[in-house]
């Protein structure tokens, strides 16, 4: 049922949808970093998201100048 409606939707409807949820999931887990951590700056939230999102080796590649944050 749920597919057939996106089915029917547009491509931009679908892609509106996508975006949100990404948006949604994206809130949700810097909202746990911060619950687990709540003294991180929000720097330290955006690279422990980046850390939990590419893992340890691109975070070290994409940021040396910096510890890794625990996410």
Do not use: C, W
């Amino acid at each position: 049922m749920q597919a057939e409606s996106l089915r029917r939707m547009g491509g931009k409807a679908r892609s509106t949808i996508m975006f949100r949820l990404n948006q949604s999931a994206r809130d949700v887990a810097t909202a746990g970093i911060r619950s687990r951590h709540p003294a991180y700056t929000d720097e330290e939230v955006r690279l422990a998201f980046f850390r939990l999102l590419f893992g340890d080796k691109t975070t070290r590649k994409a940021r040396p100048d910096r510890d890794l944050v625990d996410p």
